[in-house]
């Protein structure tokens, strides 16, 4: 409906012979340089430096820098001491941080399906200590676990984390937002920017004299934008001039952005007002990307039914792939990705998948199984010219000190029982944390060992869940365990193959406590051996295990996804075999008892695909459930109640 109301506005300005706006995509940055996105000018003998994304620094945003005889100097540790409200920011600003974990999480348990009130008054409580602002009114009450409800718990919690920014030494991080030097005021100027998940339009001025940020709050202002310029006219006022605004398209290799034809503004610096061709708006206001790249956009529906759900998977047919169908789909491609459960806290799918030519947000979607119900936590971030790039992605966090997402992710990332979040490793030098109690990256980035940095490690580091730890197998054919930080294990035995883009997987035999790697060489003209190895997780012990069907199991035509069940003792394959006479595509199997390969009658919705071959598969098993669950690159979800006995089970190449 909104695509076709789209389309019939740009067919009605086209009958006018007014051109619509036309959406583009910014160009990419050098990602070589520490400082990306940010903005510099000159003036009073000295160069100030703001905005951009530090890729290097801890907290993402870039701090206030000045240049002085030539030698760049941070202000950041100079500008919180001289900050009088710099204590009372710190501590609401974790309040703040604390407050949004609050709602995700009651939010989450309504996705779920196990409902309970948001008690807004005991957060009045909190904030009170440090402030009785009267930004804090609307919060005076309990939050029924409604859609309107957590509309308006997010708008309360975007008003009070903007005041909490108010009170800061600096302004808040944003990219492309350019400065300009006032030569009669002897003030820098700057306005707006994008903060990556939103659009801002605030007005600050910095005094290189006095070495101090000052927040203007004008009745109106321009709309808020990124990638303006800005002009000092010499006599006391600032020329704004063009800049985007977001598009929120769902397109494939989509514009997300476009042009602002508002005209000039300008901006009086004694007396703080704007002026320009219409009246403007409110002065720090945001604006965010709208439809599937909203949280709203996922709640405004029917509410998640547990007891519907859990019925009609109790009642799903044998040994035929069903799909879900969510009532609210995530949008744009979601390729080169996995998918992986959380292991029974909150019994979600976790899906983080994307980069080259795919989605590029930092978001990591959560399918709840109880409900059938895909949640975005926040609202989604875009790495600006980076989108759609293969490898060129910014390392470091962003300015929510999230990690961006690798040019693809494969099976870089997992679950991790002991830490109960899932790591990712995608990233050259780091890796980071996930944790779905809160639906958010933690904020902290943990140094990788030697071993598991090299050269585009994001396509081939690949991890599985184990009741240990999680274990990470390199292309050099070496593993690392997790406990309390990553450990290599001491490998006897025959030499463990390395694992290779596209075409190799690992999975945890339960039942045995061994490591199961199957690999393939790159590229669909080569054929897998069946060879399939095995590491003993007591010995340590490498050994190929040669098993029976090696001859026909070259017939698989995909080797990304290989997932254990212990409540069958067999491995599914993510892929299915050529058609037989009957036109079936038969899936096929290893059985761990037998150590042979088999072919399945598996029916249904194949989540594989027409050719048997998905890239983008995410596949899994889920003990509490009792099902195989599947992903794919649109993000639709897929169970499987698989019975051995019904699936007329047989030798591979019979």
Known sequence: MKRTLALSAMLFTASLGIAAPKSYRLPSVDLKQPIIWGSEA??????????????????????????????????????????????????????????????????????????????????????????????????????PPTPASYQELTRIQRRIEQFVQRIDAEPSGRALSPIVFDPKSKLFVFVGGDHLDYLTNDTWVFDPAKRRWELRLPMTAPAPRANHTLKANDDGTITLSGGYTYTSTVDYLGGHYRDLDDGDWTYDVASNTWKGANAGVASDTRVYRTGPYDPAFFTDCETPDRKSQLALLEKLPPNTWTKMNPPRMPQMNRDWGSAIIDNDRRNVILRWAGGHSAHCGTDVLQYHIATNRWELTHPIEFPLGQTYTNTEYP????????????????QNYGWDLNEEKMLFLGKHRWYYAYDTKYGDWTGERFEKPKGMIYDSSFYTLTTTATNDGLVCWTAQGKLFRFDEGWKELALVGEKLPGAVVDNSTLTWDQKRNRLLFVVKSYGDKVKFSGQVHEVDLKTLNVKALSPGGMEAASDIPYLCQMRYSDEHDLCLVGGTLSPDKDGLRRTPAFDCAGNRWVSLKIVGDDPSGAKGRNVSLGLMWHRKSGLFWAVDAKSQVFALRLDVAKAEMKALGE
């Open 42 to 143: 000159e003036g009073a003998g000295v160069v100030l430096a703001f905005g951009g994304q530090d890729q290097v620094g801890e907290e993402g945003r870039a701090p206030t820098r000045l240049k002085v005889d030539g030698k760049w100097i941070d202000l950041r540790e100079e500008l919180r001491k001289a900050n009088p409200t710099q204590k009372t920011h710190d501590a609401m600003a974790k309040l703040v941080r604390d407050f949004d974990r609050a709602i995700v999480a009651n939010r989450s348990d309504f996705f779920g399906g196990t409902m309970t009130d948001f008690d807004g008054r005991t957060w009045v409580q909190k904030f009170a200590v440090h402030t009785k602002s009267p930004e804090f009114e609307a919060l005076d009450k309990s939050f």
């Open 395 to 410: 390392e470091g966090f962003n300015f929510n000190q999230r990690p961006w997402i690798s040019g693809h992710t494969y």
